[in-house]
């Protein structure tokens, strides 16, 4: 499958708290998107990463991207009970026109 | 602006019907994709469709048909529905430039 990875599966931690998720893909990239997604419901795209960018900064999300490991990483600062979601990352590879997602990490956030 | 559109909402099917589902995409975006999402297979690629044309196709039966019209709106139509139909289904439209895709909120597709 060209399905990407991530990890954790699951999260949960505390308001305030910093969450960090992982993801791994398999083929040569365009650019790297992450999407949040609320109880079932459509997705929402968070920030996009484009393979000649290291590092992205969008409010309180910081993205980054390893082309050699072919991974990226999601970190959302001082997290609120309000990100309590699934969060997807998504890559966008040459010539394809789809994006290929990740079998996402589920965030819990308590207040 | 207005967002991606989906309808119906929910729907109810019975095994062997055939559906029709509908997305509008956001004024300007000419290229609609359509994913499907289940618990066990996670989020997959249906098509992408670009100026009435299809231009991507994903791993899945012929069952699975899809078609844009000249106002960029998409339908996809799934024929002879069978349990594993049951999924959510997500239309997307992008702008030109690649920024990123808009999602529709979906329209869960329950085949009984």
């Known amino acids: 499958s060209q399905q990407g990875e991530e990890d954790p599966q699951a999260l949960s931690i505390q308001e305030g708290e910093n969450a960090t998720m992982n993801c791994s893909y398999k083929t040569s990239i365009n650019n790297l998107q992450w999407y949040r997604q609320n109880s079932g419901r459509g997705l929402v795209h968070l920030i996009l990463i484009r393979s000649n960018e290291r590092e992205k900064h969008s409010g309180r999300l910081r993205v980054t991207l390893d082309t050699s490991k072919k991974s990226s990483s999601l970190l959302i600062t001082a997290s609120r009970a309000a990100d309590t979601a699934s969060y997807f990352c998504?890559?966008?590879?040459?010539?394809?026109?789809?994006?290929?997602f990740g079998t996402g990490t589920r965030l819990l956030v308590s207040p | 602006k207005a967002g991606v559109t989906q309808t119906p909402r929910y729907l109810i099917k019975t095994r062997g019907q055939q559906v029709t589902l509908s997305c509008s995409p956001i004024s300007g975006h000419r290229s609609v994709s359509w994913y499907q999402q289940t618990p066990g297979q996670g989020l997959q690629f249906l098509f992408e469709y670009f100026s009435e044309t299809q231009r991507n196709k994903g791993n899945f039966p012929g069952r699975f048909s899809g078609r844009q019209f000249s106002n960029s709106r998409s339908e996809m139509n799934v024929s002879t529905l069978e349990l594993g139909d049951s999924a959510l289904y997500l239309c997307a439209s992008s702008p030109p430039s690649n920024y990123g895709y808009t999602f529709g909120s979906g329209t869960r597709l329950t085949v009984v």
């Open positions: 998504a890559t966008d590879a040459p010539g394809f026109q789809k994006l290929v």
